[in-house]
């Protein structure tokens, strides 16, 4: 079993739809939990990043983390066609000095 | 613009052979990291350097070897070049040990022919 799964997508949703992402894990040590965006030919980019179990807002954004049931979400609402990229989850380790595990991402592609 | 530099963006090269990566971190960051992005494999870590030492260590081949000097920069050098190591190959870097928040560069595109 792999430590972080992800459905690799793509998922289509129009324009202005909320777009729901999720990974579940299974290495309890994971204990910071993160969101990158990854234009295509591009670096990831650090959307959102949070320790805690609950929900996180920034903008159109909000990231879930369920520490019981090892699963984390991120929601985008209000979708634009910008916001077409593979979206990664990311994991760290309390233990690790630098080592952050990613999911294979989720290419969304949002249509006019 | 992520403030990490990575050159070259492009490179080709033939089995065997062997190559240099650069990375130049955002200035003031004491961490680089070094990923590796393929198809069938994600996006892995390689190593981490902190501040001119190595700091955290993945699934790098014996082929690569990385450092870090003292202006901070770092490179990777990947030998013996298979095709199978054709991937992007990404540096990181952050202020701290704690790789919680890093910043990506665009890449180094790297086909082994």
């Known amino acids: 079993q792999k430590e972080v799964e992800q459905d690799p997508g793509p998922l289509s949703v129009p324009e202005g739809a909320i777009v729901s992402l999720n990974c579940t894990y299974s290495?309890?040590?994971?204990?910071?939990f993160m969101w990158y965006r990854q234009y295509s030919r591009k670096g990831p980019e650090l959307l959102m990043y949070?320790?805690?179990?609950g929900n996180k807002e920034d903008g159109r954004f909000t990231a879930q983390v369920d520490k019981s049931s090892k699963y984390i979400s991120l929601f985008i609402r209000d979708s634009q066609p910008s916001d077409s990229a593979t979206y990664l989850c990311?994991?760290?380790?309390?233990?690790?000095?630098?080592?952050?595990?990613f999911g294979a991402g989720t290419q969304v592609v949002v249509t006019p | 613009d992520s403030g990490v530099t990575q050159t070259p963006k492009h490179l080709i090269t033939a089995t065997g052979q062997r190559v240099t990566l650069r990375c130049s971190p955002r200035?003031?960051?004491?961490?680089v990291y070094w990923y590796q992005q393929s198809l069938d494999q994600g996006l892995q870590f390689l190593i981490q350097?902190?501040?001119?030492?190595?700091?955290a260590k993945g699934n790098i081949l014996e082929r690569f070897s990385a450092q870090q000097f003292p202006d901070l920069h770092s490179e990777l050098n990947l030998s013996s070049l298979e095709l199978g190591d054709s991937a992007l190959y990404f540096c990181?870097?952050?202020?701290?040990?704690?790789?919680?928040?890093?910043?990506f560069g665009q890449g180094t595109r790297l086909t082994v022919v």
């Open positions: 990181a870097s952050s202020p701290r040990t704690m790789n919680t928040e890093a910043f």
């Open positions: 290495n309890s040590a994971f204990q910071y």
């Open positions: 949070t320790y805690s179990s």
């Open positions: 990311a994991f760290r380790p309390t233990d690790s000095w630098g080592k952050l595990q």
């Open positions: 200035s003031g960051d004491l961490s």
């Open positions: 350097y902190y501040n001119g030492e190595e700091r």
